[in-house]
């Protein structure tokens, strides 16, 4: 039953959330995951896609 549940979690993931890798010099990922707990992100990824999500939107504004 459980192996069932994370393979229907799997799914939903596969289709809701696109997914790809970064690359960080040595040591960066450390300080990315610092930062976001000193900020109280929950998590590294959650920190990230903030971040990306402010610079989308700055690009938005600046540019209209």
């Given amino acids: 039953d459980t192996d069932r ?3 229907l979690g799997d799914v939903y993931k596969r289709q809701a959330y696109d997914q790809f890798l970064i ?3 040595t040591g ?3 300080l990315i995951s610092a930062a976001a707990k000193e900020q109280g ?3 590294r ?3 990230i896609v903030t971040a990306i999500n402010e610079k989308i939107q700055r690009y938005n504004t ?3």
């Fill in 5 to 7: 549940s994370r393979g």
């Fill in 23 to 25: 690359t960080v010099p």
């Fill in 45 to 47: 990824n959650e920190f």
């Fill in 41 to 43: 992100y929950s998590s």
């Fill in 28 to 30: 960066h990922k450390d």
């Fill in 62 to 64: 600046d540019k209209a």
